[in-house]
Each structure stands twice: as structure tokens, then as C-alpha cells.
């Protein structure tokens, strides 16, 4: 079964098409991070404006590169959110206007859940139940998957999410926007140490997250108790690898320890991680240093940060539990199913 899917819903616009869930024909991805560079995160509007410039371009470059014609296409999945509003509006209405005059099936999928199936796309062997880690811009939290689409939200950030923060520190060190690459390829050269800094606690919530008191500590270090200006204008680069690898330092190794404190609780061996932070070399080294007695399951390559191969193929999971539990399943267009609710969806 041939899947075509569909990803606007932050800065890049990305089609892909993949065969039976797992086989990836093709993965384009249009970034837009260049235009957002120099604003310090990404601008919706302009977001949206370059969505309706790329989409088309995208959807032919997915189908050439896949070798594949639209008539071939059996199904057609796009990201319906969580993500910026206008943005995803860009993906769904082509996913849908295809649909409609192609009469080719249409399900909307969550984004979320679907950075958590892009580990799986590489591995067929995991066994339920497992812990699942999304770590991106948008989002931080752990979910315990009972199986392919039934998860509870066992912790999440309660205020801004582990890719924000690194965006938002490399922003203060007048950085460009995305920080995490950078912040990372800094981080080498810095010492680790040489900033004290602590990731949050919540009070009672052990497993949550909250990085917003990190990164306001980082900009007191940097600049002093007494400031108002949320940007350091004069560091030195040694100064700028020093923070960047004591600020990755304590962000990851919170991430560790609810990780660990997690897969204890809840009793599981394996952690399947998704959202871009997973790109991260740093932080996938540090688990197989400190969590060997874990299964990690990382992203495989162009599978961490925002594509559609991870729509497209979690597409074809929700379309065959569709055809066994729903009459309308194989209704084309005009009837448009979307993938059923879950608490990834906030
Ligand atoms: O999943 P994603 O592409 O978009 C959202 O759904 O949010 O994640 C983008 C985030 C950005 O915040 C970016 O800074 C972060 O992933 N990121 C990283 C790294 N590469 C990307 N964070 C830390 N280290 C990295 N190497
Ligand atoms: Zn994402």
C-alpha cells in the first residue's frame, strides 16, 4: 500500500511516500529555517507564506523521487496537529483537495504520535509496553504505549519544552534559530562544568519537566542578577562553548534521570524516543553510556526532526485498525476519518 504524507505544521514542509509503514521511497523536506534564522524562532506568518510556496514543489519532488504517479497512491495521511494553525491548514487542505479530486482516501494524523512511530520504522521487534520520550520544540513528555495507538501521559513539561530552551539560549547568545545543532556542535569544545546550573523540579510531580527557571539562570550567569535585556551582546566564543555544553549538560541529564526514574516505575526495559532533540548525537551517546540495562530506539536518519515518512507510515497502522473497526473505512473521500484521539493531542 502506497501512502502519501503530508507535514506542515511548524517550519518545514515535507511529503513523503512510503510503502506498507515501514519502506520510505522518498522524504522531502523544504526547511524554512534559513528565513527564521535571524528572528531567534520561527515566525508564523512567514511560516505559512513559504508552506503555500513549497507545498506543491514538495508533493511532485516526493512523487518523482518515489517514482510514483498520484493515481498510484492508495492513501493520503497530513499532520492535523498539534502544530501552528495556518501551517497545518496548508498540508491538510492539499491533502484533502487531492484527496477529493483524486478520490483517494484521506486521514488526518497527529504529530505527535507520529514522532513516536518514526523509531519504529527501523524496528520491528518492540515489545509492548514500552516508555515513549518527546523530546522537540513544541513538546516534552513521557508516555507509557501500551501498543500502537494506546498511551497514557505519564509527565510532561509545565512550561517550555527541551527544544524551546535550547532555541531560546542559543537566541540569548545571539545564536541562530535552530539552537540545538549549534548549542551541540559549541558544547564540544566547552567544559561542561564550568557553569552551575539545575534543570527544574515540579513539587510532587517528580517525572515532570520544566526548563523555563534553566534558562533564566542561564541568562543570570551570563549576565548578571540585575538584567533586562534578554540577549548577552559581548561573549567570547569560549565563554559561548562553556555555557552551551554546561546548559546541554543539565538538560540532558535531567532528561536521563526522569527517564530512568520512569522506566522503574512503570516496569520497562525499552524507551522509544521522537521529536527533533532526539537528532541529538550527545544525548543518544549519554544514554547508551548511562542506560545500557535499557532498550533505547532512536529515530533513523532524516527521522527526528519534523518529516512526513513518520506521517505516511504510522498512516498505514490507523487505516488497517480503520478497515477492521469501521464500515466507512474504505469509503473514499468525501467521508474523512481522523486518527482517533489521544492524549498526545494537547
Ligand atoms: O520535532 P521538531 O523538528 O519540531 C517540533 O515538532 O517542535 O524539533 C525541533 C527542535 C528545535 O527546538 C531544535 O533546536 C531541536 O529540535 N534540535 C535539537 C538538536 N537538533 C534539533 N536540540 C538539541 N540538540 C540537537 N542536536
Ligand atoms: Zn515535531
Redesign the pocket.
Known amino acids: 500500500m502506497y501512502i502519501l504524507g503530508i507535514e506542515t505544521?511548524?517550519d518545514?514542509t515535507a511529503a513523503s511516500i512510503v510503502r506498507d509503514g515501514k519502506e520510505i521511497l522518498s522524504n522531502v523536506i523544504a526547511s524554512q529555517a534559513d528565513q527564521h534564522e535571524i528572528f531567534g524562532g520561527v515566525v508564523p506568518e512567514l511560516a505559512c507564506r513559504r508552506h503555500i510556496d513549497a507545498i506543491i514543489p514538495t508533493l511532485k519532488q516526493a512523487l518523482k523521487e518515489a517514482s510514483l504517479t498520484l493515481d498510484q497512491v492508495d492513501l493520503i495521511a497530513a499532520a492535523y496537529g498539534p502544530?501552528l494553525i495556518g501551517a497545518l491548514h496548508i498540508g491538510v487542505t492539499s491533502a484533502k483537495a487531492l484527496s477529493l479530486s483524486k478520490k483517494i482516501p484521506f486521514l488526518a494524523i497527529n504529530?505527535i504520535e507520529a514522532?513516536l512511530y518514526a523509531a519504529l520504522m527501523s524496528h520491528q521487534d518492540v515489545l509492548f509496553p514500552c516508555l515513549g520520550a518527546v523530546l522537540?520544540?513544541?513538546?516534552t513528555s513521557l508516555v507509557l504505549i501500551e501498543s500502537l495507538g494506546t498511551y497514557s501521559l505519564i509527565a510532561e513539561t509545565i512550561d517550555d519544552?527541551?527544544?524551546?530552551a535550547?532555541?531560546k539560549v542559543?537566541k540569548m547568545m545571539g545564536l541562530p534559530?535552530?539552537?540545538?545543532?549549534i548549542?551541540?556542535e559549541l558544547a564540544k569544545q566547552g567544559d561542561p562544568y564550568s557553569y552551575s546550573l539545575k534543570a527544574g523540579h515540579v513539587k510532587k510531580k517528580p517525572l515532570d519537566f520544566s526548563f523555563s527557571g534553566l534558562k533564566t539562570a542561564v541568562l543570570y550567569k551570563l549576565k548578571g542578577p540585575n538584567t533586562n535585556s534578554d540577549k548577552i551582546e559581548s561573549l567570547s566564543l569560549s565563554e559561548k562553548c562553556n555555557m552551551a555544553a554546561s546548559f546541554?549538560r543539565v538538560a540532558f541529564q535531567d532528561v536521563l534521570s526522569k527517564i530512568l526514574l520512569a522506566a522503574e516505575t512503570y516496569k520497562t526495559k525499552t524507551v522509544i524516543f521522537g521529536?527533533?532533540?532526539t537528532?541529538?548525537?550527545?544525548?543518544r551517546q549519554l544514554f547508551s553510556e548511562k542506560a545500557p540495562h535499557l532498550r533505547t530506539l532512536f529515530p533513523g536518519k532524516g527521522l527526528?526532526?519534523?518529516n512526513a515518512a513518520m506521517i505516511a507510515g504510522l498512516a498505514f497502522h490507523k487505516w488497517q485498525e480503520k478497515r477492521e473497526s469501521d464500515s466507512f473505512g474504505l469509503e473514499p473521500a468525501s467521508r474523512i476519518p481522523i486518527s482517533s484521539f489521544n492524549p498526545l493531542t494537547h
Open positions: 505544521s511548524c518545514e502544530g504529530h514522532h522537540s520544540g513544541g513538546h519544552a527541551i527544544g524551546e535550547f532555541d542559543a534559530y535552530p539552537g540545538g545543532p548549542l551541540e546541554q521529536g527533533g532533540v537528532s541529538s548525537q550527545t544525548l527526528s526532526l519534523d
